[in-house]
Nanobody, 127 residues
């Protein structure tokens, strides 16, 4: 399974971006897709994750620092997970990554290294 992120860029504070995570194989077969970010000099942190909830629906989790500004969206037909980021803040500047498939299951969460498949990232810079 390959994951490819895109959609990053340079934006002004208060603006919006939509990041994409394209999954090479049936997205609904993944037990978890997580989004992480890593700012310069900081550890990688999980910001959101999404998992199948039955009937082509999805459950989601958001980190406290992004709740209300970040939204996960899924295009089942295109096998893409989007991370919609609104009201961007300077602190959102980071490399953003997606990852898929977590041994322990998605509701419990996991760190970056515990995901089986990981993307290369897309840069978001807020000024």
């Amino acid at each position: 399974v390959q994951l490819v992120e895109s959609g990053g860029g340079s934006v002004q504070a208060g603006g919006s971006l939509r990041l994409s995570c394209a999954v090479s194989k049936d997205i609904y077969s993944r037990n978890c897709i997580g989004w992480f970010r890593q700012a310069p000099g900081k550890e990688r942190e999980g910001v959101a994750r999404i998992w199948p909830a039955g009937g082509r629906s999805w459950d989601t989790w958001y980190g406290g620092s992004v709740k209300g500004r970040f939204t996960l969206l899924v295009d089942n037909a295109k096998d893409v997970v989007y991370l919609q980021i609104n009201n961007l803040e300077l602190a959102d500047t980071a490399m953003y990554y997606c990852a898929a498939d977590l041994r322990r299951g998605c509701s419990a969460g996991g760190i970056w290294a515990e995901y089986f498949y990981r993307g290369q990232g897309t840069q978001v810079t807020v000024s």
